[in-house]
């Protein structure tokens, strides 16, 4: 599928996203935080949003590129990135990530915070696949998706392999198309990659009765 449009609508109308994901500092810090020069490390954000992820690696000194379909989602990670990060490096550009406006080994590593699993298995197996094409060679890349169990999961209207307009939980309000992730298909969408780990990240909601589950994926190009 393409991006859906249903993004703009909320990015206008919600402010999301301000802070980073604790797990992408954690993988930051084990990967890229011994680098000197980190000015010259590039890192590129699929479905970037607001900016609150490249907000971080600006201020950490990385060169940051983030793409959204969002142009709303653009203009208020700019605006935040000018604001709060003056004279950070990078560019930001809207599009769709299942077609990257990047050459070839451009990239040292590329981030994924559940972008990619509001895409079908083949296009994002085609996703992962144009990350790999800009990584260079032995980037790194961390992906995080909703695992199969997830709250929500299995509810609402099928839109394809475990893929759902979902009607329960969290998410109902404001995904219109999400796709949850079996373990045993984590290598058949990142087959370009050696997979360095993948963890199970869980959380309870409403005392305990529903569960939040989400991959979290590392890799180095192949």
Same mark, same amino acid.
């Given at each position: 599928? @393409?991006? #859906?449009?249903?993004?703009?609508?909320?990015? $206008?109308?919600? /402010?999301?996203?301000?802070?980073? %994901? =604790?797990?992408?500092?954690?993988?930051?810090?084990?990967?890229?935080?011994?680098?000197?020069?980190?000015?010259?490390?590039?890192?590129?954000?699929?479905?970037?949003?607001?900016?609150?992820?490249?907000?971080?690696?600006?201020?950490?000194?990385?060169?940051?590129?983030?793409?959204?379909?969002?142009?709303?989602?653009?203009?208020?990670?700019?605006?935040?990135?000018?604001?709060?990060?003056?004279?950070?490096?990078?560019?930001?550009?809207?599009?769709?990530?299942?077609?990257?406006?990047?050459?070839?080994?451009?990239?040292?590593? @590329?981030? #994924?915070?559940?972008?990619?699993?509001?895409? $079908?298995?083949? /296009?994002?197996?085609?996703?992962? %696949? =144009?990350?790999?094409?800009?990584?260079?060679?032995?980037?790194?890349?961390?992906?995080?998706?909703?695992?199969?169990?997830?709250?929500?999961?299995?509810?609402?209207?099928?839109?394809?392999?475990?893929?759902?307009?979902?009607?329960?939980?969290?998410?109902?309000?404001?995904?219109?198309?999400?796709?949850?992730?079996?373990?045993?298909?984590?290598?058949?969408?990142?087959?370009?990659?050696?997979?360095?780990?993948?963890?199970?990240?869980?959380?309870?909601?409403?005392?305990?009765?529903?569960?939040?589950?989400?991959?979290?994926?590392?890799?180095?190009?192949?």
């Amino acid at each position: 599928m @393409v991006w #859906d449009p249903i993004w703009e609508k909320l990015f $206008s109308s919600r /402010d999301w996203g301000k802070y980073p %994901s =604790e797990e992408l500092i954690r993988f930051m810090a084990q990967n890229y935080y011994q680098i000197t020069y980190r000015n010259q490390i590039k890192i590129l954000e699929l479905g970037c949003g607001p900016g609150a992820n490249l907000w971080y690696l600006a201020r950490e000194g990385f060169m940051v590129y983030g793409m959204d379909g969002s142009s709303t989602a653009i203009e208020k990670c700019r605006k935040r990135l000018d604001s709060e990060v003056p004279g950070w490096i990078g560019d930001l550009y809207v599009g769709d990530i299942i077609s990257l406006p990047y050459d070839n080994n451009f990239f040292d590593a @590329v981030i #994924d915070l559940e972008a990619i699993t509001h895409n $079908s298995f083949e /296009d994002s197996k085609r996703i992962y %696949s =144009e990350a790999a094409r800009v990584l260079k060679s032995k980037g790194k890349i961390f992906s995080r998706t909703f695992s199969v169990g997830t709250w929500g999961d299995k509810t609402g209207k099928n839109l394809g392999h475990n893929a759902w307009n979902i009607s329960d939980g969290p998410m109902k309000d404001h995904c219109e198309y999400i796709r949850f992730t079996a373990l045993d298909e984590i290598n058949d969408l990142l087959i370009n990659f050696n997979l360095e780990k993948v963890e199970l990240l869980k959380r309870t909601l409403d005392n305990r009765a529903h569960e939040i589950k989400e991959w979290l994926i590392y890799g180095e190009k192949i």
